[in-house]
């Protein structure tokens, strides 16, 4: 059973189709990263996650089954345009917001110090947002969105719009909100951070999703039989280029230093690893092999540009 | 907790901490009250120096007929005022020059001053000389008594409107259309600016809402009909608050400014005015006495839950649409070619409140009063005149109707329209999202 899972979601607005047919799976105490490029229907999806539009068919299940608006208090939701009540005092509005997420007026008091102690603004309790820096804001923001102590949070975009120091300190908060158990999942286009942080992405591109899993695996899969190998500079100046050529693989990107040359080789379908090796050390003094596993980035940009050919 | 009622209490409290909402509250009545006792006050106070003024008069016959007041004290002297040296001049605060008859318009009358002379000197001089002219003329005719029966061409006729009361003891009332009239007016006004202020306020809130993004969190907790609902009832309480304050403030400031003056508060509450007001010493005109009885005979606790339910209807019915437009747009520039659709029936129901307190019975102001886009308006000119309770209860019954059917039309636009940005909304949009189904 997965955590939450959206089934067959269809979305359409005035003649385009937001999402087709979107279904992705959420297990339980894991990031989530949603994936994809601007107006691929990111936001819309975590919308619908959200209750704030309803689809126009196909279904949100949420721990096994259909999610209502009562389940809405399990979770935390950070939008990708922030935006809070400028004139209104911090404290006062960050207890209204979590009431309305049900916790009693006490709940959110105790829960609104811990986090203002933790994030070290208890100062600023009385000041109106709008007094506020930039950066301040985005602080009161983001306890906003965990202060009810939510189960499941949803960030759009989350460090997008952050400052690097608050990014950094977001990006902590979330992996300890992992660690103490919480699911997450956030969108995002900033691949590195994907790498870093998420277990699970799921990459939506034009409406539709095109490609789901574990982070680990779905590079697994994308190998593509790609090689670095760093060695000495050979003593002999009679030793070319050619002494690269192999029967075994084709190679390129051929960087040559002082001391060291780097390149990068692709096996042939037949070859194994081991010769490849014996080969390459029978000639060279070998530093460093290393098989090269593709990075989000390339995945995402080779799988969205695959699709935009067919 | 119920959400509703959290989103209806910062609503409420927002606004009525603000600091605009506490001095327009407190001020205003204390300016209205201020209108109309400090002229009442300073009538009372009287310019505490009697200044001298100089007469020449040829003919003799007015200067000892003349009047001293508080104010001006009249001297005769024997000079010739027009020949009057520049260094004497100072003498007097005004010289005052009568030449001839004055009862045949022969005579000639001038005021000298070095400064310019206050007009209520000079209208002084003049109502005392032609009261002497007249008088000096009625008695140059030689008929007897010839003045008492001047007197009498000009006889004073009062009237009284008297309203048969439907109630079983035939009781008479006396009424005034004056009063009547002057009282609708108020409430007219009264629900006009509250409808548009209050209305207007709806829609801020939601472009603040909206412009801000926080409407995004507050809908991925609640419904956007409650927060929209949240946003207009908390919004209606502000208006009861300030409507029901104004009337105490102005009670209490009034029931302080009439016992300054001397007539204490519940002697014109009670109902046997004249002997009351005997026993205070106060005397009071008959004009005073009818005008107290005209003000005590309306129903004013029917009149005023009127008033209060049917602003409350016009009020729910006009904000949500100014909720709608809200939700539609994205800054408040971009509304104005939306409030102008609400604004014209509003303006149009006030002129006609304002001719149909003039003309109550004609045709327009009697099926205008049905309409629920006018009625909150254009009732509340009928209402002092007496009107059949059913028609009263079919027009608000209509106005719910309408106003339920608003919201829920509202709230269509609403839903779609506070997630949308960027987009400049047409009229065709609103119809397009009004028949999304939910």
Same mark, same amino acid.
């Given at each position: 059973m997965y955590y939450l899972e959206t089934s067959h979601v269809v979305k359409q607005y005035s003649g385009h189709k937001a999402l087709d047919d979107v279904s992705i799976q959420v297990h339980e105490g894991k990031i989530y990263g949603l994936l994809g490029p601007n107006g691929a229907g990111k936001s819309t999806l975590i919308r619908i996650i959200n209750h704030i539009t309803a689809p126009d068919s196909g279904q949100v299940i949420f721990n096994g089954r259909q999610m209502t608006a009562?389940?809405?208090?399990r979770i935390g939701y950070l939008p990708e345009e922030r935006g809070l009540y *400028? *004139? %209104? *005092?911090v404290a006062e509005q960050a207890i209204y917001l979590a009431r309305l997420k049900g916790m009693t007026r006490n709940d959110a008091r105790e829960s609104l110090r811990y986090w203002f102690d933790k994030f070290d603004i208890r100062a600023w309790a009385d000041k109106k947002l709008g007094e506020l820096s930039k950066g301040m804001q985005q602080k009161v923001q983001f306890i906003i969105t965990v202060m009810h102590r939510p189960e499941f949070l949803i960030f759009d975009e989350p460090f997008s719009g952050f400052d690097p120091v608050n990014a950094q300190l977001i990006r902590n908060e979330i992996l300890e909100l992992k660690a103490q158990g919480a699911t997450i999942m956030f969108s995002t286009h900033n691949m590195a951070s994907v790498e870093e942080i998420c277990d699970e992405i799921g990459l939506i591109n034009r409406s539709r999703l095109v490609l789901q899993g574990d982070v680990d695996d779905i590079r697994e899969s994308h190998r593509q039989g790609q090689y670095l190998v760093k060695v000495r500079r050979p003593a002999d100046p009679q030793v070319g280029l050619q002494a690269l050529d192999s029967q075994l693989y084709s190679w390129n990107s051929l960087v040559r230093s002082s001391h060291y040359w780097t390149w990068q080789l692709r096996r042939e379908q037949q070859a194994d690893i081991p010769a490849i090796f014996s080969q390459i050390a029978a000639r060279f003094d070998i530093i460093s092999f290393e098989e090269l596993i593709p990075d989000m980035n390339e995945i995402f940009i080779k799988t969205v540009q695959n699709i935009q050919q067919q | 907790m119920n959400k509703l009622s959290i989103i209806i209490q910062r609503e409420y409290l927002s606004r009525v901490r603000k600091k605009s909402f506490i001095i327009m509250t407190f001020l205003t009545p204390l300016l209205m009250v201020a209108l109309i006792m400090v002229p009442l006050l300073l009538s009372t106070v009287k310019s505490g120096k009697t200044r001298l003024i100089a007469v020449n008069d040829e003919s003799g016959q007015y200067v000892s007929r003349l009047q001293d007041s508080k104010s001006w004290q009249f001297v005769a002297i024997g000079e010739d005022i027009s020949s009057l040296p520049a260094e004497k001049r100072e003498d007097f605060y005004a010289w005052l020059s009568i030449r001839g008859n004055l009862a045949d318009s022969t005579g000639q009358v001038r005021i000298y001053a070095t400064r310019q002379i206050p007009m209520e000197l000079s209208s002084e001089i003049r109502s005392q000389l032609e009261k002497m002219a007249s008088e000096d003329k009625i008695s140059s005719y030689r008929i007897p008594e010839l003045a008492q029966i001047l007197k009498e061409v000009y006889p004073t006729v009062r009237t009284e409107n008297i309203l048969w009361s439907d109630k079983a003891d035939g009781q008479e009332v006396k009424t005034s259309s004056e009063i009547s009239m002057v009282i609708g007016m108020v409430a007219t006004m009264l629900i006009y600016i509250f409808i548009f202020a209050y209305g207007s306020m709806v829609m801020n809130g939601v472009v603040e809402e909206k412009s801000s993004r926080i409407v995004e969190i507050i809908v991925s907790s609640v419904k956007p009909f409650q927060l929209m609902m949240g946003k207009i009832v908390g919004i209606a309480l502000v208006g009861l608050t300030q409507f029901i304050l104004w009337v105490l403030l102005i009670l209490l400031l009034s029931a302080v400014g009439l016992s300054a003056v001397g007539l204490p508060m519940d002697t014109l509450m009670s109902a046997n005015l004249p002997q009351a007001g005997e026993t205070m010493n106060v005397n009071l005109s008959q004009e005073a006495l009818d005008g107290i009885q005209i003000i005590q005979s309306f129903n004013w606790t029917s009149l005023i839950i009127w008033f209060i339910l049917f602003f409350l209807g016009g009020y729910l019915l006009y904000a949500s649409l100014f909720a709608a437009i809200g939700g539609a747009v994205d800054n408040n520039e971009d509304s104005q070619q939306f409030t102008l659709a609400i604004t014209i029936p509003v303006i149009l129901a006030l002129y006609i409140g304002i001719y149909g307190a003039m003309n109550p019975d004609g045709p327009l102001v009697f099926w205008s009063s049905f309409i629920p886009f006018f009625s909150p308006i254009v009732m509340m000119v009928r209402l002092p005149m007496g009107v059949p309770f059913w028609q009263i209860v079919l027009s608000f019954a209509l106005l719910v109707i309408t106003f339920l059917l608003c919201v829920k039309l509202a709230a269509k636009i609403y839903r779609t329209g506070i997630? %949308?940005?960027?987009k400049k909304v047409t009229y065709k949009d609103l119809w397009k999202w009004i028949r999304y189904k939910s």
């Open positions: 009562a389940d809405m208090a *400028k *004139k %209104m *005092k | 997630l %949308m940005y960027g």
